[in-house]
């Protein structure tokens, strides 16, 4: 059974700090991996899709990168500022199914302090 | 595009009661689902439909249906609400369901 961990839970930095969080999965016959950004009471943005023969992918300051031979993905952060403050998600497309379900990790929780 | 509405934000219902979740998207996707969240469990599938007509259980099916009478619309049907069913309840589309999944801002069910 695939399962998806994210380390650390929470993590506090000060503003303008480049950053990375980790995202593991137990299973390596992923279709493709997504990160998520949620603020608090709110739902989930999408910030990056990797798909499965991808090695990276870059939106502005977020360069995510996946290693499926390891299961791992991290989604770097540069210059990070108060308003990146928000809980990171990272899911994986389970290859396993023919569902497009998604297998989320917990999430990290990142807090910028001005 | 508004992209995936849901409708209503936040609910509290008795035990027993039923009610519909709205979820609706402007943008043809084909592949919809919803998903609920809870503290300590994360997101988990509850259903999912890959195109009108189209329906099948996901992770945690029971007590919910679902029907898709329409590319647009996509609603989760509480049968008999228990306690047990208090979470927030988001829906997400996508054209596949291998691409890019886009979420709803997520509705928040109390079950008393």
């Known amino acids: 059974k695939q399962e998806v961990t994210q380390i650390p839970a929470a993590l506090s930095v000060p503003e303008g700090e480049n950053l990375v969080l980790n995202c593991s999965f137990t299973?390596?016959?992923?279709?493709?991996l997504q990160w998520f950004r949620q603020d608090p009471g709110k739902g989930l943005t999408s910030l990056l899709l990797?798909?499965?023969?991808?090695r990276e992918q870059t939106s502005g300051r977020l360069n995510a990168s996946l290693d499926k031979s390891s299961g791992r993905s991290t989604l770097y952060i540069a210059a990070s500022q108060p308003g990146d403050s928000a809980t990171y998600l990272c899911?994986?497309?389970?290859?396993?199914?023919?569902?497009?379900?998604?297998?989320f990790g917990q999430g990290t929780t990142l807090q910028v302090k001005p | 595009n508004a992209g995936v509405t849901q409708t209503p934000k936040f609910q509290v219902l008795k035990t027993g009661q039923s009610m519909t979740l709205q979820c609706a998207q402007d943008?043809?996707?084909?592949?919809m689902s919803w998903y609920r969240q809870d503290p300590g469990m994360g997101l988990r599938l509850i259903h999912y439909?890959?195109?009108?007509?189209?329906?099948d259980q996901g992770e945690v099916p029971n007590g919910y249906n679902v029907s898709r009478s329409t590319t647009e619309d996509f609603p989760l049907r509480l049968l008999s609400a228990a306690p047990s069913q208090t979470s927030v309840y988001f829906c997400?589309?996508?054209?596949?369901?291998?691409?890019?999944?886009?979420f709803g801002p997520g509705t928040r069910l109390l079950v008393l």
């Open positions: 997400a589309s996508s054209y596949s369901g291998w691409e890019t999944q886009y």
């Open positions: 299973d390596s016959a992923i279709y493709n």
């Open positions: 990797i798909q499965s023969s991808q």
């Open positions: 899911a994986v497309f389970d290859g396993s199914s023919n569902t497009g379900k998604l297998i």
């Open positions: 943008m043809n996707h084909e592949y």
């Open positions: 439909s890959v195109g009108a007509g189209i329906t």
